[in-house]
């Protein structure tokens, strides 16, 4: 059974750090490419960061420099490490897994980061 559980979300003051974690399970493959978006209150899904198997990363021009995306492979397994905080960085962020080998185009349940000015 595939799940994608996501841990990490929190309050946090402007200019903090928080790290994002998600675990897909259920998958006997490497998926193709894993990544974050996030939904803010009134706004629609937008992307945050996406790294794929191979290593390939892809930001969201507004957390460049101040975001970090990674991954373990064998584990199917990917952290957002997000730094130097700001207000509008709050959002519901959500973990997705897609490989288009597979027809995959999976999301987890979101975790909730909320940051304070």
């Known amino acids: 059974q595939v799940q994608m559980v996501e841990s990490g979300g929190g309050l946090v003051q402007a200019g903090g750090s928080l790290r994002l974690s998600c675990a897909a399970s259920g998958y006997i493959f490497s998926i193709g490419r894993m990544g974050w978006y996030r939904q803010a209150p009134g706004k629609q899904r937008e992307l945050v960061a996406t790294?794929?198997?191979?290593?390939?990363?892809n930001y969201a021009d507004s957390v460049k420099g101040r975001f970090t995306i990674s991954r373990d492979n064998a584990k199917n397994t990917v952290h957002l490490q997000m730094n130097s905080l700001k207000p509008e960085d709050t959002a519901v962020y959500y973990c997705?897994?897609?490989?288009?080998?597979?027809?995959?185009?999976?999301w987890g349940t979101g975790t909730l980061v909320t940051v304070s000015s």
């Open positions: 790294i794929t198997r191979g290593g390939t990363t």
């Open positions: 997705n897994a897609n490989d288009g080998s597979y027809g995959i185009n999976n």
